[in-house]
């Protein structure tokens, strides 16, 4: 079945369960300073699952598009991908466990038609430290479903020490696999943060796996959470059923259901394939590699066919990640689009493509999501050629030169990359510092990451500026003109949201008692004459002497009042917003002044690029 089949059947499947289905968030989370990408679909449920009323009702559904930057060094296997879409569904005190496993059990078994004796599960042991019990109500309910399927589903646990027996199919396992908060096992939840056990679905794609005469794994106990391939997690049920309060684990007043499918996975487990990328997501990115390498795809483990799932997943996340707003740059997000592009560039030039490849191996990707997903094009591809165009006049001359630093190193019987020499690969050739690990890794040697780290510190402190030491919001201290300075700053990104549009939004700040330095996202240089518009409108603003309000609300009445800014408080709890007028309306936490009268003449005295898609402006008040 492919993935667009499995993603439809998904959606209306529970769309006649009640669910309503909503459109996936963006891989950038909008005013969520807490995170990076948005990493799982339960992201944008978090209030409410706390409580709060959702819009569309306590049933809800979707396919998240999803990015995860810790797995880029995994990406290379069979199964491992950076982005990917999850297929989820909710219940914000509604249905719960009969319902959410009779259901998943049933679209897998009979939608997707995936065979009920190539399934297993986890379930949650329990935690008599923090009075957590076993979840035996799971288990009876999957004993159940197995049983009407003719299939006795024996229980087990601690299989991870004594391995699988014959027709065992359900396990136990502690906190550390079948228990899931966002921050982990419970003795690490924050209070008031939401956790509970979870049930994990396994697919079994054969014994033979485990047991291939080159398995590192052959004489291991074998049990569904080894990592020997046999087994491949396609869906986790999680039960939130407890919260921390007063540094213990509570029963929580509501009972709510996540879960969570990996799209690609579904999709493997359908064609048996224990390799993502031989399904229709992937595959068409394969054989263009092929076609301009001209070399084949085998879905071994060699290092040929290792680039090519590489590139493959990279293509892809690197589309979507600028599709988002993410451009490469040396900073957050845009940083790990930069890694993926120039690892995708590192693992073709193994290949032999030694010409630029990325923006015309986009097409391939928007193809595949024909339909589904709308992609800026053009940006797309701009970025895209910039980035490779940029780093290839150095790739060439960097891999030289670590080529001859292994060399020099290896004559010497010292198979160690210093500190000092990896930072020169970083600094004059642009390699991420993940990147020289990899490169050391392949050819044996160790990575001297202290000492690579030691040097980092020392070029910070060389190239350092007023931002150490910074105040809260970018702030060098809480002084007079450094205050009016800072409630500039919200006229100004005001002013400039007006002239240029309403995809401006803050990316950084450093603001002293002498002037404002202020990052925003805009594609191109900003004119002489929207200089002089974004100037004027500040000044109008200061004229008028307009009141600086102060008000504490909840985020959710920030969002709807349309404030904008970085979002720094959990979800859930109270923010401070500063109106100025009705023309502006910013969260933030930073010192204001009483009325703009206060602030004197603003003047910008310098428009700049801060990195690809991100420009700066410093100004001044007289």
Same mark, same amino acid.
């Given at each position: 079945?492919?993935? =667009?089949?499995?993603?439809?059947?998904?959606?209306?499947?529970?769309?006649?369960?009640?669910?309503?289905?909503?459109?996936?968030?963006? %891989?950038?989370?909008?005013?969520?300073?807490?995170?990076?990408?948005?990493?799982?679909?339960?992201?944008?449920?978090?209030?409410? /699952?706390?409580?709060?009323?959702?819009?569309?009702?306590?049933?809800?559904?979707?396919?998240?598009?999803?990015?995860?930057?810790?797995?880029?060094?995994?990406?290379?296997?069979?199964?491992?991908?950076?982005?990917?879409?999850?297929?989820?569904?909710?219940?914000?005190?509604?249905?719960?466990?009969?319902?959410?496993?009779?259901?998943?059990?049933?679209?897998?078994?009979?939608?997707?038609?995936?065979?009920?004796?190539?399934?297993?599960?986890?379930?949650?042991?329990?935690?008599?430290?923090?009075?957590?019990?076993?979840?035996?109500?799971?288990?009876?309910?999957?004993?159940?479903?197995?049983?009407?399927?003719?299939?006795?589903?024996?229980?087990?646990?601690?299989?991870?020490?004594?391995?699988?027996?014959?027709?065992?199919?359900?396990?136990?396992?502690?906190?550390?696999?079948?228990?899931?908060?966002?921050?982990?096992?419970?003795?690490?939840?924050?209070?008031?943060?939401?956790?509970?056990?979870?049930?994990? !679905?396994?697919?079994?794609?054969?014994?033979?796996?485990?047991?291939?005469?080159?398995?590192?794994?052959?004489?291991?106990?074998?049990?569904?959470?080894?990592?020997?391939?046999?087994?491949?997690?396609?869906?986790?049920?999680?039960?939130?059923?407890?919260?921390?309060?007063?540094?213990?684990?509570?029963?929580?007043?509501?009972?709510?259901?996540?879960?969570?499918?990996?799209?690609?996975?579904?999709?493997?487990?359908?064609?048996?394939?224990?390799?993502?990328?031989?399904?229709?997501?992937?595959?068409?990115?394969?054989?263009?590699?092929?076609?301009?390498?001209?070399?084949?795809?085998?879905?071994?483990?060699?290092?040929?066919?290792?680039?090519?799932?590489?590139?493959?997943?990279?293509?892809?996340?690197?589309?979507?990640?600028?599709?988002?707003?993410?451009?490469?740059?040396?900073?957050?997000?845009?940083?790990?689009?930069?890694?993926?592009?120039?690892?995708?560039?590192?693992? +073709?030039?193994?290949?032999? !493509?030694?010409?630029?490849?990325?923006?015309?191996?986009?097409?391939?990707?928007?193809?595949?999501?024909?339909?589904?997903?709308?992609?800026?094009?053009?940006?797309?591809?701009?970025?895209?050629?910039?980035?490779?165009?940029?780093?290839?006049?150095?790739?060439?001359?960097?891999?030289?030169?670590?080529?001859?630093?292994?060399?020099?190193?290896?004559?010497?019987? =010292?198979?160690?990359?210093?500190?000092?020499?990896?930072?020169?690969?970083?600094?004059?050739?642009?390699?991420?510092?993940?990147?020289?690990?990899? /490169?050391?890794?392949?050819?044996?040697?160790?990575?001297?990451? =202290?000492?690579?780290?030691?040097?980092? %510190?020392?070029?910070?402190?060389?190239?350092?500026?007023?931002?150490?030491?910074?105040?809260?919001?970018?702030?060098?201290?809480?002084?007079?003109?450094?205050?009016?300075?800072?409630?500039?700053?919200?006229?100004?990104?005001?002013?400039?949201?007006?002239?240029?549009?309403?995809?401006?939004?803050?990316?950084?700040?450093? !603001?002293?008692?002498?002037?404002?330095?202020?990052?925003?996202?805009?594609?191109?240089?900003?004119?002489?004459?929207?200089?002089?518009?974004?100037? +004027?409108?500040?000044?109008?603003?200061?004229?008028?002497?307009?009141?600086?309000?102060?008000?504490?609300?909840?985020?959710?009445? +920030?969002?709807?009042?349309?404030?904008?800014?970085?979002?720094?408080?959990?979800?859930?709890?109270?923010?401070?917003?500063?109106?100025?007028?009705?023309?502006?309306?910013?969260?933030?936490?930073?010192?204001?002044?009483?009325?703009?009268?206060? /602030?004197?003449?603003?003047?910008?005295?310098?428009?700049?690029?801060?990195?690809?898609?991100?420009?700066? !402006?410093?100004?001044?008040?007289?």
């Amino acid at each position: 079945m492919e993935s =667009k089949e499995v993603r439809e059947k998904f959606l209306k499947y529970l769309e006649k369960k009640g669910c309503k289905i909503t459109p996936s968030a963006s %891989l950038v989370p909008e005013n969520d300073p807490t995170t990076l990408f948005t990493s799982a679909g339960m992201q944008q449920m978090v209030p409410y /699952l706390l409580g709060e009323k959702h819009p569309l009702g306590a049933r809800i559904a979707n396919s998240q598009k999803c990015f995860r930057a810790k797995d880029i060094e995994e990406v290379g296997d069979l199964r491992h991908n950076t982005f990917f879409e999850m297929l989820g569904d909710w219940s914000f005190n509604d249905f719960f466990k009969k319902e959410q496993i009779s259901w998943i059990f049933e679209f897998l078994t009979e939608e997707i038609g995936l065979d009920p004796k190539r399934l297993y599960i986890t379930a949650f042991r329990g935690s008599p430290q923090n009075d957590i019990p076993k979840d035996a109500e799971t288990v009876e309910i999957w004993k159940e479903l197995f049983k009407k399927n003719g299939i006795e589903a024996k229980e087990a646990d601690f299989s991870e020490k004594n391995g699988m027996k014959e027709g065992e199919r359900i396990f136990y396992y502690d906190e550390n696999k079948n228990w899931w908060s966002r921050s982990g096992n419970p003795e690490n939840m924050p209070e008031g943060e939401l956790g509970g056990p979870d049930s994990e !679905i396994f697919w079994d794609f054969g014994e033979e796996l485990k047991l291939h005469e080159n398995s590192p794994w052959k004489d291991q106990p074998c049990h569904v959470n080894c990592d020997c391939g046999r087994f491949f997690e396609i869906g986790n049920n999680v039960f939130m059923q407890y919260i921390k309060e007063q540094g213990k684990i509570r029963p929580f007043s509501k009972k709510n259901v996540d879960f969570g499918g990996g799209l690609e996975r579904i999709v493997a487990a359908s064609q048996s394939s224990p390799d993502v990328f031989k399904t229709d997501l992937f595959l068409p990115v394969i054989n263009h590699i092929e076609k301009i390498s001209e070399k084949k795809y085998a879905g071994s483990e060699s290092e040929n066919d290792k680039c090519f799932r590489v590139i493959a997943d990279h293509i892809r996340a690197a589309v979507f990640l600028i599709s988002d707003g993410a451009n490469p740059s040396n900073k957050a997000q845009g940083y790990f689009t930069r890694r993926v592009i120039r690892r995708a560039v590192v693992k +073709a030039q193994k290949l032999g !493509i030694n010409e630029n490849f990325m923006a015309r191996s986009a097409e391939i990707a928007y193809n595949i999501y024909d339909g589904i997903y709308d992609f800026p094009k053009q940006k797309v591809e701009e970025e895209l050629e910039k980035e490779e165009s940029k780093f290839r006049k150095t790739l060439a001359e960097g891999l030289k030169r670590f080529n001859n630093l292994v060399s020099e190193n290896a004559d010497s019987g =010292k198979k160690l990359l210093r500190g000092s020499e990896s930072f020169y690969l970083y600094q004059s050739f642009g390699f991420p510092k993940e990147l020289i690990q990899e /490169l050391a890794a392949e050819e044996d040697f160790e990575f001297d990451e =202290k000492g690579f780290d030691n040097e980092f %510190l020392k070029h910070q402190e060389l190239s350092r500026t007023a931002s150490a030491g910074m105040f809260k919001g970018g702030l060098a201290d809480a002084g007079e003109q450094t205050t009016k300075l800072h409630t500039a700053a919200h006229l100004m990104l005001a002013a400039l949201r007006s002239v240029l549009g309403s995809h401006v939004s803050q990316k950084g700040s450093n !603001i002293t008692a002498e002037r404002l330095r202020f990052d925003f996202s805009h594609p191109q240089k900003v004119t002489p004459e929207e200089l002089e518009k974004v100037e +004027a409108l500040v000044n109008e603003q200061i004229a008028e002497d307009i009141a600086v309000e102060e008000k504490e609300m909840s985020l959710e009445e +920030a969002k709807n009042q349309g404030a904008v800014g970085a979002f720094e408080n959990k979800y859930g709890e109270a923010v401070k917003v500063y109106t100025i007028g009705g023309f502006s309306k910013e969260i933030c936490g930073g010192p204001h002044v009483k009325r703009t009268g206060e /602030l004197g003449a603003f003047k910008i005295i310098k428009e700049e690029s801060s990195s690809s898609g991100i420009r700066r !402006i410093k100004a001044v008040l007289n």
